[in-house]
């Protein structure tokens, strides 16, 4: 596919990974079909994906899945699931070891022409303020965005971003777990299993 050869071979951010604190070369991590049903729209690869070439390979994918209630095979079956990050590639860290955000230039080349191959999506999970910002316009801050869930459902789920910096949101908020997870978990199978 033309397409996935194109964002992976793109190197518009290689200069600006190079100047990181991990100095690294670009690596876009592309993972959709056209006949994908459902697209989880992220953030950015991490490094452990960015070294993987997988993405949501870490304790952030452990944690999505278990929120969607997929195996490893179900999650990663391109045929049915589209994983589009915000960016393709890892940002990289700053210089105190924190994630950097995704590069604009990445949405702004790459998305449009993607989600154009995505018309078989019946089910959209917008995981973190990156992507709620761009599939919904919104401006809301994620604990007023993924609150207001129910806005968007049953095609489309807001969801925190699953890392592990987000667990004591989770503790505060515990009608996520006990109310988002289950109703997502319920659409996803309707919408894989149909």
């Not at 589209?82 to 790459?110: E, H, N, R």
């Not at 007023?144 to 869930?149: F, L």
Request: proline content about 9%; hydrophobic content about 40%; glycine content about 8%.
């Amino acid at each position: 596919m033309t397409l996935h050869k194109d964002i992976r071979n793109c190197q518009k951010c290689a200069v600006r990974f190079g100047a990181t604190k991990t100095a690294h070369e670009p690596r876009p991590v592309v993972w959709f079909a056209p006949s994908a049903r459902m697209l989880i729209a992220g953030q950015a690869p991490g490094l452990r994906v960015h070294e993987s070439g997988r993405p949501f390979t870490d304790p952030s994918g452990d944690r999505l899945r278990e929120w969607l209630g997929l195996d490893g095979a179900a999650f990663y079956d391109q045929s049915r699931v589209a994983i589009v990050p915000m960016a393709f590639c890892f940002p990289g860290y700053d210089a105190k070891g924190s994630d950097l955000p995704p590069p604009p230039i990445c949405g702004q080349t790459w998305h449009r022409r993607v989600m154009e191959q995505l018309s078989h999506v019946r089910l959209r999970v917008l995981v973190g303020a990156s992507a709620h910002r761009y599939h919904l316009g919104v401006k809301t801050g994620v604990s007023v965005t993924v609150a207001g869930w129910r806005d968007h459902a049953p095609d489309t789920f807001v969801l925190p971003h699953p890392s592990w910096r987000n667990t004591g949101w989770l503790k505060k908020n515990p009608w996520f777990e006990g109310e988002v997870v289950p109703a997502l978990r319920a659409r996803v199978k309707e919408v894989l299993n149909d």
